[in-house]
């Protein structure tokens, strides 16, 4: 995890070091920068040492959990990590929700009822929601669903301040295409374990199919998918990103996206390693998980 973090920060501190345009003009809009000013800046945050010494000071600060210092705000990074994280962890949560109820419960289904009309209007929603881009999907929930079903359903267009119906319509979006690949994943590997001889064997002793299903064929069928949960991390924590922005939510993927905008660079950098150990610790848990699913995995 330690080389995986390290490597994240160089590339990303690379990766705005070679974005052209003026650091500090950025800061300022199009008011007009005096030279004592643009050296003061350059010197608060060293903007003129070598790229290498730039980096050795930020995993120097990191050491001390310094995340540094907001150059548009002049605040804490990590205080502003700590007041838009629980936003995007509690969003984050309502998307693995639907991920698990949805994505796997309609994959076990498909399979189940393979080749059936369900299977088939399974296959075609997992499509649409594929093909649909996160934003658009947003805006059509919160046209057709918050404001056409007001009064029906009530649930609110923008923000998480009317408790647990706030993160519907985001979760769900949040959720959206992984949910229809985990879908996919799950129909696929269920069907493989049914088709296996110790499935076979547990029928042909008269088991029930409600208890081969359950205690024989999902629980290894379902390490593909916890796999494919604990790598898909990453991608929900980056539609988080346009998910909050839609959805006007004061979380971490909107506060990334307004300091990308602007050029904060000490809240990207901050930001990123954050979500990067984040991800690394959920693969760390899946991981562990294997030996829950499979008695078979052993970590020695």
Same mark, same amino acid.
């Given at each position: 995890? %330690? ?33 004592? +000013? ?11 040492? @070598?790229? @290498?010494?730039?980096?050795?000071? $930020?995993?120097? /600060?990191?050491?001390?959990?310094? +995340? ?18 629980? /936003? ?9 929700? +639907? ?28 499509? =649409? ?37 706030? $993160? ?29 001889? $110790? ?15 359950? /205690? ?35 979380? %971490? ?19 990123? =390693?954050?979500?990067?150990?984040? $991800? ?5 848990? =899946? ?14």
């Amino acid at each position: 995890m %330690v080389p995986v973090v390290f490597g994240a920060i160089v590339f990303i501190y690379i990766a705005m070091y070679i974005i052209p345009g003026d650091p500090v003009q950025s800061l300022v809009g199009e008011r007009p920068v005096t030279e004592e +000013f643009r050296r003061a800046i350059i010197d608060r945050y060293g903007l003129d040492d @070598p790229l @290498p010494t730039r980096i050795a000071k $930020y995993v120097g /600060n990191l050491i001390h959990f310094d +995340f540094g210092e907001s150059a548009l705000s002049r605040r804490q990074v990590w205080d502003i990590i700590k007041e838009t994280f629980p /936003n995007t962890a509690r969003l984050a949560v309502a998307g693995t929700f +639907f991920l698990i109820l949805l994505g796997i419960g309609s994959g076990m289904i498909s399979a189940v009822r393979r080749y059936s009309r369900l299977d088939t209007g399974v296959t075609l929603a997992t499509i =649409v929601l594929v093909s649909t881009p996160v934003f658009v999907l947003g805006l059509l929930l919160q046209i057709f669903v918050a404001l056409k079903l007001k009064d029906v359903l009530g649930l609110p267009i923008t923000g998480l301040d009317q408790g647990l119906k706030s $993160y519907i319509l985001p979760g769900f979006t949040l959720a959206s295409v992984s949910m229809a690949y985990i879908s996919r994943l799950q129909r696929t590997t269920l069907l493989e374990t049914l088709e296996s001889d $110790y499935v076979r064997t547990a029928r042909a002793k008269g088991l029930p199919e409600r208890r081969v299903i359950f /205690n024989h064929a999902w629980r290894n069928a379902l390490i593909p998918v916890v796999t494919y949960l604990g790598l898909d991390i990453g991608t929900v924590l980056g539609g988080a990103i346009l998910t909050e922005t839609v959805f006007n939510i004061n979380g %971490v993927g909107r506060a990334l996206a307004i300091a990308i905008s602007t050029r904060d660079n000490q809240v990207v950098l901050g930001i990123s =390693v954050f979500v990067v150990v984040i $991800y690394l610790v959920v693969n760390l848990l =899946v991981d562990l998980l294997y030996a829950v699913l499979d008695p078979r995995i052993r970590y020695t």
